[in-house]
């Protein structure tokens, strides 16, 4: 078995065991499932509002299996994304503090394997419980509009994934360039937010991943654009461009005074 | 013998501040040496930088591109969701070698029976066993142990210093302690360093043995004209006692008791000070103070 193969399965035997693959299902089934309930709730709160109020479906629309898709959208974008940064923003940063690196490195294994099987591990677990997580959620929003196969529902939960893989690597990233646990945490929701307030500039939102997220509603009802595209392009490029450059140039030594 | 490992006006800085002032020194293929110092003298920076984990600021270390080095740091760190049999598995899977060194290498920690116990479960004492077994299980030809037995119960330090013992002339091992009546038992070489500076760097049969001091303290005066008469060596008088250093004290032992014996020569008391490497660690670390 290569080296490479060795830390694959390593990584994603922690990933099992440390429980984080059981935690990372449990919070996608759970929005899964909390997505579509809440649309349905919240058409239910506009319908007994409209009754009171005069028909406010004229002004916010009735919601449909689409306002699922939104939902799921917004939860995964933010609250899921702060699980991941909570769970994996030390991962290459805490082997190389506590050692385990270094006895990896004395066996024979190469920093780009290292980092590569983190990432891939990470990558693996993420994939694997959305696709269970999907299928709640198809269900959940079926049982609770009749329909949940909007047009181009596929392109649009691609899209999401893509934005869970940018952070996936992102916070691996951040985490081989940081000296310590904490710095690497703190300096993911400081990227994060930063890259949020990117996607108020409209000239440039399409350039970051942020905007994957935001024409939900756009590409369901069928209007994929140049711009959607971009984004998706140019999140591709991005990741790799962050893969590229933790491979050159993320160092194996903490120079600082108390070494490791 | 064969040098294995040389180190050449190893410096380290940070900023303004030594840490490492231009040590150099060497190891021979499988002898096991004690590197000695108190806390800050530079010992775990020394080790690191030997097995490429921190950076030097200059010199040099010299060992065969071949030569492999396995380190265990002070608190050893493993993948603790692993048991201890996966864990070595895993390190002899990256070496692309069969598991069939598992058993010897448990056998010879003394964790045959604990095999299957998870790392996180396991007591300091067997963590550090475990520690030794992941650092031998692919047979280095170095093997650096910085403090193996720092927080260790007498029984568990005495079982490391065993398993020590028992890989002596398997490889060549570096390891720092501040047990160093253990020390004296299984090191070949005896290194004391202190504020980045090498104090000592001796065989242990050049130093541990040096310099043990006799003292006999004689009834009267006549007595020790009588036994200065028959003993050869140096001596010194103050009153009623003398003072024999000596190299082997065995023989001068021997020889003082015979005299002793033959002349009918009663003494009050015949006490022996070993020069040890306690008193000669604690007298280098002063020097240098």
């Known amino acids: ?260 | 013998m064969e040098k294995i490992l040389d180190i050449k006006k190893l410096t380290k800085k940070y900023g303004d501040k030594v840490i490492l002032n231009e040590i150099s020194f060497s190891l021979e293929k499988g002898e096991v040496c004690g590197l000695l110092g108190p806390n800050g003298a530079g010992k775990t920076t020394t080790m690191k930088i030997i097995v490429d984990l921190l950076e030097k600021t200059s010199g040099e270390i010299i060992y065969d591109k071949d030569t492999k080095i396995a380190y265990l740091q002070d608190v050893p760190q493993f993948y603790e969701f692993y048991t201890i049999k996966e864990y070595l598995e895993f390190l002899l899977s990256l070496n692309k070698k069969n598991f069939d060194r598992v058993d010897d290498i448990l056998g010879l920690v003394g964790l045959k029976n604990e095999k299957d116990k998870e790392i996180k479960k396991l007591s300091r004492g067997l963590r550090q066993r475990v520690g030794i077994a992941a650092s031998i299980i692919n047979e280095p030809d170095i093997l650096i142990l910085d403090e193996p037995v720092s927080a260790l119960d007498p029984i568990g330090r005495k079982e490391i210093f065993d398993l020590i013992q028992k890989l002596k002339g398997k490889m060549s091992i570096i390891f720092s302690s501040h047990i160093l009546s253990d020390v004296e038992r299984v090191c070949d070489q005896i290194i004391i360093i202190n504020k980045g500076n090498i104090l000592l760097n001796k065989k242990i049969s050049e130093i541990a043995l040096n310099n043990n001091i006799l003292t006999i303290d004689f009834i009267n005066e006549e007595d020790i004209n009588k036994f200065k008469k028959q003993y050869k060596g140096d001596i010194t008088t103050n009153g009623n006692t003398i003072e024999i250093k000596t190299d082997d004290i065995n023989n001068t032992e021997l020889e003082i008791f015979n005299i002793l014996a033959n002349k009918k020569i009663n003494v009050n008391s015949i006490s022996i000070k070993k020069n040890n490497l306690e008193e000669i660690f604690v007298s280098e670390v002063n020097k240098n103070e």
């Not at chain 1, 677990?125 to 959620?137: P, R």
């Not at chain 1, 646990?181 to 108020?200: A, E, K, R």
């Not at chain 1, 939102?205 to 024409?215: A, E, G, I, V, W």
């Open chain 1, 1 to 260: 078995m290569s080296n490479f193969k060795c830390l694959l399965k390593k990584d994603l035997t922690s990933i099992f065991r440390t429980k984080k693959f059981l935690i990372i299902l449990l919070v996608l089934i759970g929005f899964a499932i909390i997505s579509p309930i809440s649309a349905k709730i919240l058409a239910e709160l506009i319908k007994i509002l409209g009754d009171e109020m005069g028909d406010l479906t004229t002004l916010l629309g009735s919601a449909t299996y689409i306002d699922s898709y939104v939902q799921l959208n917004g939860n995964l974008a933010e609250m899921f994304i702060f699980i991941l940064i909570i769970m994996f923003a030390g991962s290459i940063i805490k082997e190389k503090t506590k050692g385990t690196y270094f006895v990896l490195k004395t066996n024979g294994v190469k920093k780009q394997e290292f980092i590569l099987s983190h990432i891939l591990s990470q990558i693996i677990a993420v994939t694997v419980t959305y696709i269970i997580s999907l299928i709640f959620f198809i269900l959940t929003t079926l049982i609770l509009f009749g329909e949940a196969l909007p047009k181009n529902f596929l392109y649009s939960l691609f899209s999401l994934y893509l934005f869970m893989i940018f952070f996936v690597v992102l916070i691996n990233f951040i985490s081989g360039f940081s000296k310590s646990n904490t710095q690497s945490m703190v300096l993911n929701f400081s990227l994060y937010f930063g890259i949020l307030i990117l996607n108020i500039f409209t000239k440039i939102k399409y350039f970051f991943p942020f905007s994957l997220t935001d024409n939900v509603i756009s590409v369901l009802n069928g209007k994929i654009t140049t711009n959607t595209n971009i984004s998706i392009l140019t999140t591709i490029v991005w990741c790799i461009i962050m893969i590229v450059l933790l491979l050159l140039f993320s160092k194996d030594k903490i120079n600082n005074k108390k070494g490791y």
